[in-house]
Each structure stands twice: as C-alpha cells, then as structure tokens.
C-alpha cells in the first residue's frame, strides 16, 4: 500500500461511542496503517538492534465493553507476543501519535534494567534529548521531560515496584501529524528510533 500519513479521521475514531462502532473503524481505516508500518519498521529496527525484530499490532481482541482508548503496533524480538519484553511502539490517542521505547510491568528483566539504567544515567542524560519524554505508566496518555533526578527516582521505582514501568520517547500533537507527508512521518519515526535504540541495547 500507498502511505500517506495519518489523517484527522485515525485520530477521531477514539471518539466513537461503543466498542463495536468503534472497532469496525479502527480495523478499516487505521489497521492497515499500523500493519504497514509494523512491515515497514521491523527491518530497521532488526538492524538497529542486531537481532530480528518483529511486529505486533494491537487486536484489541479481549475486549468486552469498553472501547480501546489507544491503539499501536509493537515491535519485539519474539514472534509470539512483546509484553514481557523491552519493545518498541508507534500508536495513536486522539490527542496524539507516540513512538516509544518500553519496558513494562509484565517484564521479567525489568529489574536488570531499572539497575543497567541507574548505573548508566549520565550516558542516558547525554544521548536521550531533552525533547524526549518519560512515563512509567503506559496506560496512561502523559508523558513528560525528566531531570536527573526524576529519572534516577523512575529507574529505582522500576526495580521495586511491581506495577512500575519506564519508557522514553515523544508524543507528537496531532494537528502536526497530519500535515505530515507519509515520508516525513517515517522519517519522524526512523529519527526516533536510532535515538532510542541504545536504551535497548544497554
């Protein structure tokens, strides 16, 4: 397929009321999106991360009642399923697109992280822009710049708290995604993950 961005009308699906309405727009017009740039990146990112990365995109498929709020496509080192592992995500709110890097609670490593990155945290200073955000709830929208010593707080919460997570990248306002050729948008995401990338390699 032809890409060619993301348009106003991915963004205000989250807005359709009930679960069916708004999983049939979901699955017709920002699925195959999400696919494209699952097949698209997960190259990249193999190299990147010198070892064969794959692409995950949401389903949605446990859900009962409640619409999803989100959706995304996650890239991993295993075919099966990305949860328990440090992965990569490119997704929609309504506000906004992210692409992230993250590790979260269902992790089993996550504890070896939150060390490797406390020990390492003027590296990370040095090599992750302070444009970047930081959350240690992916379920949530909100994600903000961190100091030092936020970051050292997140990175030891991490390695005690079980519900705690950590991940690191942007979030882009809607209103520029859509200007955004589809080439400009890759490239937006190419960026990101070369930023990204040391994080999972540490």
């Not at 697109?97 to 609670?105: C, E, G, R």
């Not at 240690?136 to 010593?149: E, L, Q, R």
Request: charge should be neutral.
């Amino acid at each position: 397929m032809k890409f060619d961005g993301l348009t106003n009308e991915d963004f205000d699906l989250f807005l359709i009321d009930g679960l069916e309405a708004r999983m049939d727009k979901l699955i017709s017009t920002l699925r195959p999106k999400l696919e494209f740039l699952g097949d698209h990146f997960a190259p990249t990112l193999s190299v990147l991360a010198g070892e064969e990365i794959f692409p995950h995109v949401a389903k949605h498929a446990r859900r009962t009642i409640n619409p999803p709020n989100d959706s995304w496509v996650a890239f991993a080192n295993n075919k099966r399923g990305y949860k328990m592992l440090p992965h990569f995500q490119i997704g929609l709110w309504h506000t906004h697109l992210f692409v992230w890097f993250a590790i979260i609670y269902e992790s089993p490593t996550k504890v070896e992280y939150g060390k490797k990155f406390e020990k390492n945290i003027d590296k990370i200073v040095r090599i992750i822009p302070s444009t970047f955000v930081w959350s240690g709830d992916h379920m949530k929208p909100d994600a903000k710049s961190m100091s030092k010593n936020d970051l050292l707080q997140l990175f030891k919460r991490v390695q005690t708290v079980k519900k705690a997570e950590v991940l690191c990248g942007i979030n882009i306002p809607r209103e520029q995604v859509v200007k955004w050729t589809g080439e400009e948008l890759l490239q937006h995401i190419q960026d990101t993950f070369s930023t990204l990338v040391p994080l999972y390699t540490m």
